[in-house]
Every structure is written in C-alpha cells, then in structure tokens.
C-alpha cells in the first residue's frame, strides 16, 4: 500500500524514510518516497520484519553513544582572560626563563634564551669557526707565505691524505698529529708569530686542511685544540 510522506517520515535533507513494516530507516535517494516501494520487496527489509517480531514488535535500539560524542556535546568551558592582560606594561614582569624583565619594549619581541643570544653574537664558538673568523680577520699587513714556509705542507689537497678505510681516530694518529707537531712544535716553545701568514700556503691551507678532516671525516676537532690554541690566541693579537 502507499504511504504518505508523513507516515514514511520522510527527510528530504538526508533523504531517508522509515520504513513502517520493518522499522528501519531506509536512504531512498532523489527519488524520495517513490523509490521506497523497492525495499518492501527486498531480503533486508524481510528480515527485519522477521527479527521485529521477535522483539514483540519493538524497534531495534539504537547504539548508546561512545564516550567522544558525550564529550564533544557537553557544554565547554568558559575560557578565562588571563589576568597578566590586565598588568600596566610599563611595570616590568619578571620571568622564570627569562634573563631580564619583560617590559613594554620587549614584549613583542620573541625570547632567545642568553646561549642562543651568544651563539649569535659569537659565531666562532666551535675552533673550525673560531679559527676560520681569525683567517679572515688577518690585517693586510701580514705577509703570504711562501713555499719553504712551516704550515705551506696544508697547502695541497687534504682529500689527498685521507685513507678511506681508516676511522677518525687512527687518522688522528696515522696523519694528522704527525704534520700539526712538524709545523707548530710541540708546545709554546715555537715562535708562533712568525708562522702566522696569509695565503693557501699559510693559515688559510691550514684551515681548509682542519675543516676537511672536522667537517668530512669526523675528527674530534677536541684534538685540535691542543696544538692551536697557541696560534689562534696569537692570531687574535693581531
């Protein structure tokens, strides 16, 4: 038998009726009302009738809802405006993690933690970096070295002296120490003053060598620091 809209229930939003034989609701499509004479007919709508009658003629329950739609319905809270707003900016609020107090001048500004702040204020806090600013420093004044001078043995290639199947310790031992101990000395004994010269054949080889071994083989630039700390401290004077 036909039924009208109203018994059918019909949602033209979503486009669904409720089917009065077997109480389920059934997605009719554009159709509308008129496509739902198919679903009498069809095995799902029989079987629903059958299990309807077994529940003495009650619709089947609905699932309870889950947890997270409970709590998404549930009414959210308030935010409250932090009372900070409510302090005059030109009284300074102390921070935890700030080193100075924040004041009208500097609240839109971001915060850089102090290590960060010296870091960039001093890019030479590593030696390759420390050394490489030194190199560039170097006054005008300073004279190129040449060929027969002690740091011109940095003056090639360092990939030159690599031994690939060695690791960044044996290379400390097998190469490196042995060319920094021949040019620099041993200690402070050296006149270092006189070593220090610009040019690929000076302290500029001298970088590039310590920056290939640092930078692609791995070489604990720690070990470094005992043979030239000297120089660059000398370097610095200049």
Not at 6 to 26: G, I, R
Not at 146 to 163: K, M, R, T, V
Request: charged letters at 20%; one cysteine or more.
């Amino acid at each position: 038998m036909p039924y009208s809209d109203e018994e059918l229930q019909f949602d033209p939003v979503v486009q669904t009726v409720v089917c009065p034989l077997c109480k389920e609701t059934v997605r009719v499509g554009s159709g509308g009302t008129s496509n739902y004479a198919q679903h009498e007919n069809k095995p799902k709508c029989k079987d629903a009738r059958a299990k309807l009658i077994l529940r003495g003629g009650q619709p089947k329950p609905k699932p309870k809802p889950n947890a997270s739609i409970i709590g998404f319905l549930k009414p959210k809270a308030t935010l409250v405006t932090s009372q900070a707003s409510a302090i005059p900016r030109s009284h300074p609020i102390q921070s935890s993690f700030a080193s100075e107090p924040i004041t009208s001048q500097n609240l839109s500004q971001p915060y850089v933690p102090t290590e960060i702040q010296a870091a960039e204020a001093n890019p030479a806090l590593d030696l390759v970096s420390r050394l490489w600013n030194l190199v560039q420093r170097l006054p005008s004044s300073v004279p190129e070295a040449s060929e027969d001078d002690a740091l011109a043995i940095f003056a090639g290639d360092p990939q030159a002296l690599n031994n690939a199947t060695s690791a960044s310790e044996d290379l400390w031992e097998e190469v490196i120490n042995g060319m920094l101990k021949h040019s620099l000395g041993w200690g402070t004994e050296t006149d270092i003053k006189n070593i220090i010269q610009r040019g690929a054949r000076g302290v500029e080889g001298l970088l590039n060598f310590v920056e290939y071994f640092v930078e692609s083989r791995g070489v604990n630039e720690a070990l470094f620091e005992g043979k030239l700390t000297h120089l660059m401290d000398e370097m610095d004077k200049l």
